[in-house]
């Protein structure tokens, strides 16, 4: 069993559709959970995170994590072509620095 | 602000070769982490490097070796390539990372291709 899953996707919704990525882990001694956004042919960058459970909001972008169930999910609001990517969950694991990653589901939003 | 820098873009090896990757971090951070991404697969943690030491390893066989230099760029180095070692290698730097979280940053990646 790995230790982060996450559906590859494809995903593809139209403009303006509220977008809901989730993972599952099985490691109960994480505490830092990060969602990534890939851009094809470009290292990750960090969109957010969230320490232990609960919601963090950014703008168009909702973080949560549910502890009890080892359940990280991200959601898109007014999602926007922009951003067609792919979206990786990584919680962080002992030492601060080693992200485990999921596989990344790939969204697509068309106009 | 220059962003991790890597260096080469692209790189085609045979197989049995060996290949030299390498990082510049962001100005001021002195730790560097490095990951393999399969294509269809999230990025996979090979090594972290905090002040020229190794502080964590994944699960890579020992053809996988790296090192940190004193101004904190590092190098991925891979022995006997393998037709499976294809990849995109990214290098992530962050201030620190060994006491508390800190943000990492990745590179655009190394694209490695082993024909």
């Known amino acids: 069993q790995k230790e982060v899953e996450q559906d590859p996707g494809p995903l593809s919704v139209p403009e303006g559709a509220i977008v809901s990525l989730n993972c599952t882990y099985s490691n109960s001694a994480f505490q830092y959970f990060m969602w990534y956004r890939q851009y094809s042919r470009k290292g990750p960058e960090l969109l957010m995170y969230?320490?232990?459970?609960g919601n963090k909001e950014d703008g168009r972008f909702t973080a949560q994590v549910d502890k009890s169930s080892k359940y990280i999910s991200l959601f898109i609001r007014d999602s926007q072509p922009s951003d067609s990517a792919t979206y990786l969950c990584a919680p962080l694991s002992g030492g601060y620095n080693k992200l485990i990653f999921g596989a990344g589901t790939r969204l697509a939003v068309h106009p | 602000d220059a962003g991790v820098t890597q260096s080469p873009t692209h790189l085609i090896k045979t197989r049995g070769q060996h290949v030299t990757l390498r990082c510049s971090p962001i100005?001021?951070?002195?730790?560097v982490s490095w990951y393999q991404q399969v294509l269809g697969q999230g990025p996979q943690f090979i090594f972290q490097?905090?002040?020229?030491?190794?502080?964590g390893r994944g699960n890579f066989p020992d053809r996988f070796s790296a090192r940190q230099f004193p101004n904190y760029s590092s190098e991925l180095n891979v022995n006997a390539l393998l037709l499976g070692d294809s990849a995109l290698y990214l290098c992530?730097?962050?201030?620190?990372?060994?006491?508390?979280?800190?943000?990492?940053?990745f590179g655009p990646g190394t694209r490695l291709t082993v024909l």
């Open positions: 992530a730097s962050s201030l620190s990372g060994v006491s508390s979280y800190n943000e990492q940053f």
């Open positions: 969230t320490y232990s459970s």
């Open positions: 100005s001021g951070h002195k730790s």
């Open positions: 490097y905090y002040e020229k030491e190794e502080r």
